[in-house]
């Protein structure tokens, strides 16, 4: 049972980090994107390529995860600029159209390209008692990547100037606009910067599990239910939803097996949207 619950965690962290991501470019740009899960994979098998051609883990990582933030700086000033004209519903509607359009030509890209690259990451100590539970070191590191980021984001948001531009155009766009603020740039920033997340989100993968090209839209699904349960304008709410929905996960997919669970967490977002349509902590906080 604590082991299952150390597992749980471990995968709520991983959830949010995919999420958060999510979160930050609609809460900012008005958009779903609906190719976040591919930006996660191409970090993924970039990371997997580089390792195979004997570039070092961590070198391979941190490549991969600037190769996934350079695919969304070219997606916000490319396709999403056409999205980016429009206000409300049409915004979103396009966006979420070009944004499918992107996920299914990245995934044809790769499962052709790479259909037996997969990243898998092991470590030189394979196991750690915590808790009187034993748990793989990659696990941990990948909850250790997953803390340290979302920590770091806080303080961004926060503590810093930037951060701050960020949430007062997500509060009141007019407003923000009359006080000077860049709103363009403000909103390229926050792509990629999700991206980033997304790309670091898709070693924490590689770390506990595996990842290949095919896992692109599982992902992108994930990353919207937590988004959906915690407030697809809500970090607070995202960083809760992964934890409570990772939990939920490894404990129904242990009783239940992985189809149920899916169900179930599909379930979990439909009551939210009824119940609670602001998520678990409402709006942005």
Not at 4 to 33: E, K, P, R, Y
Request: charged share 10%.
């Amino acid at each position: 049972m604590i082991s299952l619950f150390i597992d749980g965690i471990i995968c709520g962290l991983q959830l949010s980090l995919l999420a958060v991501g999510l979160t930050l470019i609609f809460g900012l740009g008005g958009v779903l994107n609906l190719a976040h899960g591919q930006l996660a994979v191409i970090a993924g098998i970039s990371a997997a390529g580089l390792i195979g051609a004997g570039v070092n883990v961590p070198l391979a990582a941190l490549l991969g995860v600037l190769i996934a933030g350079a695919s969304g700086l070219v997606l916000d000033r490319s396709l999403m600029l056409m999205a980016y004209r429009y206000k409300g519903e049409a915004r979103l509607l396009l966006g979420l159209v070009l944004t499918l359009g992107v996920s299914l030509v990245i995934e044809g890209f790769l499962n052709y390209s790479f259909p037996l690259v997969a990243l898998s990451i092991s470590l030189p100590i394979l196991n750690v008692t915590l808790f009187g539970v034993v748990v793989r070191t990659t696990a941990i590191v990948a909850a250790l990547i997953a803390i340290l980021t979302l920590l770091s984001l806080f303080l961004f948001l926060k503590g810093t100037s930037l951060g701050k531009a960020v949430r007062s155009i997500v509060q009141n766009e007019v407003g923000a606009e009359l006080c000077g603020i860049d709103q363009a740039s403000v909103r390229t920033l926050i792509f990629i910067l999700g991206s980033l997340m997304a790309g670091l989100a898709g070693i924490a993968q590689g770390l506990t599990a595996s990842l290949d090209a095919r896992m692109g839209m599982e992902l992108t699904i994930f990353a919207l239910i937590v988004a959906t349960v915690g407030g697809v304008r809500s970090i607070n709410g995202t960083l809760a939803a992964g934890i409570l929905l990772g939990i939920v996960n490894v404990f129904a997919s242990f009783y239940v097996g992985t189809y149920l669970t899916f169900i179930i967490l599909l379930t979990t977002a439909g009551l939210t949207i009824l119940l609670r349509p602001r998520g678990l902590l409402g709006d942005w906080t």
